[in-house]
């Protein structure tokens, strides 16, 4: 993949890397104001739960795309960016245009999918 290409990806990344961090603090303040004034009446506190529950949820989602987002800025400093973490091919250039921090190509994300392929850790 040409250097020009890589660095149109490396700017979505990092701009997606700091929407994301935003998203998650602003998650974890709601979550932890949801906790103040806790209210005595129980279809209140039920509420209050599910809010907390629904924003812990939210913010877990979005701490795994940061995640895969900064691997994908550490593979595109390593030099591996567009290359699939298990088979080593190329990564289809609109595929990652669709998911700039996908780490499968379509094959093997398809195997990871129906269970034939282990989830790497890096």
Known sequence: MDKKKIETFRKQLEQR?????????RTEQDGREADVGTAQDIADRAANSYTKEFLFHQSNNERQLLQSVEIALSRISEGVFGECINCGNDINPKRLEAV????????CQEKLEQGQLEEANS
């Open 100 to 107: 700039p921090w996908t780490r499968y190509c379509i094959a």
């Open 17 to 25: 890397q700091a929407d994301l961090r935003k998203i998650v603090a």
